[in-house]
Nanobody, 130 residues
Framework: EVQLQASGGGLVQAGGSLRLSCAASGFTYDDYAIGWFRQAPGKEREGVSCISSSGDNTYYADSVKGRFTISIDNAKNTVYLQMNSLKPEDTAVYYC???????????????????????WGKGTLVTVSS
């Protein structure tokens, strides 16, 4: 079974940076989708950024484009989310999520980042102070 362990959250001032990490294990197939979601108090869960295991397709929510970068290190089975120019509205619990499958297309990554995936890790809190 897929297991996901997220880390790297914390408190940062607006304009600062943080890097989240998600260590993944238990995939059945070499090709899979993985990404980051967030949920702020009183708001719905939002897909932030997702990536294919090969790194050939990435998706970013409009709210983070140009500020966040997702990457994957297959040797370590770890996906990263580099968050720069953080804003108070980025404050949320961030979750790592994955599907043990990847169709090979950008549209699959976009879709799973919108609807969510099958496996979820525990969240890590990111707080951005103004």
């Amino acid at each position: 079974e897929v297991q996901l362990q997220a880390s790297g959250g914390g408190l940062v001032q607006a304009g600062g940076s943080l890097r989240l990490s998600c260590a993944a294990s238990g995939f059945t197939y070499d090709d899979y989708a993985i990404g980051w979601f967030r949920q702020a108090p009183g708001k719905e869960r939002e897909g932030v950024s997702c990536i294919s295991s090969s790194g050939d397709n990435t998706y970013y929510a409009d709210s983070v484009k140009g500020r966040f970068t997702i990457s994957i290190d297959n040797a370590k089975n770890t996906v990263y989310l580099q968050m720069n120019s953080l804003k108070p509205e980025d404050t949320a619990v961030y979750y790592c999520s994955a599907n043990d499958f990847y169709s090979g297309s950008y549209y699959y990554i976009e879709r799973v980042c919108g609807y969510g995936m099958d496996y979820w890790g525990k969240g890590t809190l990111v707080t951005v102070s103004s």
